[in-house]
């Protein structure tokens, strides 16, 4: 277990992007992005093969540098974060999960009878876990450029990307939902309301995560948990509010109105 020196740089991880989700809630984007790329700063100097702290902090701040514009930045971070997720789905394949929290008495039969089998089965969950965390980082690099999308494209990539996040976070996780608000724009979810029950679901799960967990389980439950999936919607409505604001300033456009 860490000490509780270790674990404060931890801590102000997870405070700082959960912040940022709170923010990005409240429609507060600019504000959610230097929440993310302050947790990404907390955690800069801690590394290792398996770091899925470091794969999810990559992510976000790539989230965060298209949130703010910076397409190119973004670009690195993804790139980054897309090996990082790599290389934790490759040592999933011998990640030490504890057996001691075997869920039923016939998982703790087999746990005893048959260990393999069952840490086997846990693996299987953890790289899958780490896939749709991976899938992702993925979908966000593919909005970099969104002023001239596709949006037939986009759809495709978002269909695709919410059946497999049906399938390993559930149905209605909120990044399932969020996909489906941009498959069917015209639909009357709210955005914004989504990131809000993302921030429940962040709450609810990291109660549940000390309790009989390795710490490289733990870490690697809280980062795809605390992986940002960023609407395209909200894009476009800081594209469009950048350009509302240059035509205010344009005194040529209110001219040729008068």
Same mark, same amino acid.
């Given at each position: &277990?860490?000490?509780?020196?270790?674990?404060?740089? +931890?801590?102000?991880?997870?405070?700082?992007?959960? $912040?940022? #989700?709170?923010?990005?809630? /409240?429609? +507060?984007?600019?504000?959610?992005?230097?929440?993310? =790329?302050?947790?990404?700063?907390?955690?800069?100097?801690?590394?290792?093969? #398996?770091? $899925?702290?470091?794969?999810?902090? /990559?992510?976000? @701040?790539?989230?965060?540098?298209?949130?703010?514009?910076?397409?190119?930045?973004?670009?690195?971070?993804?790139?980054?974060?897309?090996?990082?997720?790599?290389?934790? *789905?490759?040592?999933?394949?011998?990640?030490?999960?504890?057996?001691?929290?075997? $869920?039923?008495?016939?998982?703790?039969?087999?746990?005893?009878?048959?260990?393999?089998? =069952? &840490?086997?089965?846990?693996?299987? +969950?953890?790289?899958?876990?780490?896939?749709?965390?991976?899938?992702?980082?993925? #979908?966000? %690099?593919?909005? *970099?450029?969104?002023?001239?999308?596709?949006?037939?494209?986009?759809?495709? %990539?978002?269909?695709?990307? /919410?059946?497999?996040? %049906?399938?390993?976070?559930?149905?209605?996780?909120?990044?399932?939902?969020? =996909?489906?608000?941009?498959?069917?724009?015209?639909?009357?979810?709210?955005?914004?309301?989504?990131?809000?029950?993302?921030?429940?679901?962040?709450?609810? /799960?990291?109660?549940?995560?000390?309790?009989?967990?390795?710490?490289?389980?733990?870490?690697?439950?809280?980062?795809?948990?605390?992986?940002?999936?960023?609407?395209?919607? *909200?894009?476009?409505?800081?594209?469009? $509010?950048?350009?509302? @604001?240059?035509?205010?300033?344009?005194?040529?456009?209110?001219?040729? #109105?008068?």
């Amino acid at each position: &277990m860490r000490s509780a020196a270790a674990s404060k740089p +931890r801590n102000l991880w997870v405070e700082s992007t959960v $912040s940022g #989700f709170d923010r990005i809630s /409240r429609a +507060r984007t600019e504000e959610a992005a230097r929440c993310w =790329l302050e947790a990404d700063a907390v955690l800069a100097v801690e590394q290792s093969e #398996f770091d $899925s702290l470091r794969a999810v902090c /990559r992510s976000n @701040a790539g989230a965060a540098r298209l949130l703010l514009g910076h397409e190119h930045e973004a670009g690195n971070c993804f790139e980054e974060a897309e090996l990082t997720w790599r290389n934790v *789905i490759a040592g999933v394949a011998t990640l030490e999960v504890p057996m001691g929290g075997a $869920s039923s008495s016939f998982h703790f039969r087999l746990a005893a009878k048959a260990p393999d089998v =069952l &840490m086997g089965a846990q693996r299987e +969950r953890y790289r899958r876990l780490a896939e749709a965390a991976l899938a992702i980082t993925q #979908f966000n %690099r593919t909005l *970099i450029g969104r002023r001239t999308p596709d949006a037939a494209c986009t759809a495709e %990539r978002a269909a695709a990307l /919410r059946a497999t996040l %049906r399938d390993v976070l559930g149905y209605t996780a909120p990044e399932a939902r969020l =996909l489906s608000a941009c498959i069917e724009p015209n639909g009357d979810a709210d955005i914004y309301a989504i990131y809000a029950d993302k921030l429940y679901d962040i709450s609810t /799960r990291q109660l549940t995560l000390s309790a009989a967990l390795s710490e490289a389980c733990a870490n690697l439950e809280s980062a795809v948990a605390l992986t940002a999936l960023l609407a395209p919607t *909200i894009l476009e409505a800081i594209d469009r $509010s950048a350009d509302d @604001a240059c035509d205010a300033a344009d005194p040529n456009q209110q001219l040729e #109105f008068e």
